[in-house]
């Protein structure tokens, strides 16, 4: 690696977005030495308050995209929903865009999303595009019912989303939606949710954290546990599945790969079904802060730098308990009573207003075990109820 294509300490990274990830983002550049910008429509944001400077304006404002471009070295971004030209008019400015804006397209965008794996000959959960009533009831008769219909696009955690449970369920479930452009999914009976966090370099290098396991609570990532508890097999495989998507994709940057993980009732067979990119550090990777060699957000500051990836190894078995909004119903949560346990880390994010079902933070909780971390874990998380 010749030292005149990395971006060295000392110089500037942009990112679009202003949130939980782009703090965690800009607290490890701060700690190797680099300055950071940031972009969005917010002001006194999360990752704002942590960075050099906070640029408060609309996406679609690009002449103020423009000059923030010409003031940073390499731009990123925390927030896939940006739209694509914003991506573009950096490129344009001859300053380096990790990952691309083809990255971004492809995965604000359920249906693109799914078309992109589904060609790459990648696992996907069966789906149909859906752009009218009449395409939706012929998806249900060809996929049937339980499925899913997700607005194509600005879909997280859930919202966009409704359940059907038989073809009846069609004309409800349009209207529900607004009669946007969706997809139709099968629901899958999983036995658990998994995710790989990897990282691919300017000169193709790859890391990974593993595989994580994930279990959500209305829609909302709820615990991480790591490592996931399945077999070695499933997890090798699930490495190799990111790996092809950042390939395929031609990633610089961090990836999260979200993953149904299905057994044969017959034949106990494990397979593994993507269900979600997120071209980006990722909320089941928080954990690696505090319980691997090297965090994501430290990976992404590496990767979109061109400086060689970080060791991923995994010091002690970690679980990572998200707080949200609801938790401050009754007033503060009571913080000293979850640190308690000097095995808990907390991470806030700064967020002014606690709305219930926003992140506010999370806790990780490092043990022997992932049982014991995670009993920790929770332990920690009522405890701040107390
Ligand atoms: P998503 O926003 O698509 O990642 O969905 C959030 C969560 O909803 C997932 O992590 C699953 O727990 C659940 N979910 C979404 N799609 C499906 C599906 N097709 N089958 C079963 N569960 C699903």
């Not at 490129?91 to 799914?114: C, D, F, I, Y």
């Not at 629901?187 to 790859?206: K, L, N, Q, T, Y």
């Not at 495989?237 to 990633?251: H, P």
Request: charged share 20%.
């Amino acid at each position: 690696m010749t030292m005149t294509n990395v971006i060295l300490p000392g110089s500037t990274i942009g990112v679009f977005g202003s949130g939980q990830l782009g703090r965690m983002l800009a607290l490890a550049a701060r700690a190797m030495g680099y300055r950071i910008h940031t972009f969005s429509p917010d002001r006194d944001s999360p990752t704002g308050q942590v960075a050099d400077r906070e640029i408060s304006a609309p996406y679609a404002d690009l002449d103020a995209v423009r000059a923030f471009v010409r003031t940073v070295d390499v731009v990123t971004f925390e927030f896939e929903n940006v739209a694509a030209n914003v991506a573009e008019i950096a490129q344009a400015s001859g300053v380096p865009v990790r990952p691309g804006g083809w990255v971004l397209h492809t995965a604000q965008n359920r249906r693109r999303e799914k078309e992109f794996l589904a060609q790459a000959g990648l696992p996907v959960t069966p789906f149909a595009a859906v752009d009218s009533l009449e395409a939706l009831r012929s998806a249900v008769a060809r996929l049937g019912c339980p499925a899913v219909l997700k607005t194509a696009a600005f879909g997280y955690d859930g919202k966009g989303q409704v359940r059907l449970h038989g073809p009846d369920d069609a004309p409800e479930a349009w209207a529900a939606l607004g009669g946007q452009p969706a997809i139709l999914e099968t629901f899958v009976p999983f036995v658990c949710e998994i995710s790989v966090v990897a990282a691919r370099g300017v000169d193709g290098a790859f890391a990974h954290f593993g595989a994580i396991e994930n279990i959500h609570r209305h829609h909302i990532l709820d615990l991480s546990i790591a490592p996931a508890r399945v077999s070695p097999a499933v997890a090798a495989r699930a490495v190799e599945l990111a790996r092809a998507v950042m390939e395929k994709l031609d990633v610089i940057g961090v990836l999260c790969v979200e993953f149904f993980v299905t057994k044969d009732e017959v034949t106990g067979d494990e397979r593994l079904l993507i269900n979600e990119l997120a071209p980006r550090p990722h909320n089941s990777g928080h954990l690696t802060i505090d319980a691997m060699m090297t965090s994501q957000f430290e990976q992404q500051l590496r990767a979109v730098c061109g400086l060689p990836l970080g060791d991923t190894t995994q010091l002690r078995p970690a679980v990572m308990a998200n707080l949200l909004g609801d938790l401050w119903a009754d007033g503060e949560p009571n913080w000293p009573a979850a640190l308690a346990c000097g095995a808990v880390k907390l991470h806030l994010y700064g967020k002014a207003e606690a709305r219930p079902g926003r992140k506010m933070g999370h806790l990780t909780a490092l043990g022997e075990t992932v049982e014991e971390a995670r009993r920790t874990a929770e332990a920690a998380r009522r405890a701040l109820a107390a």
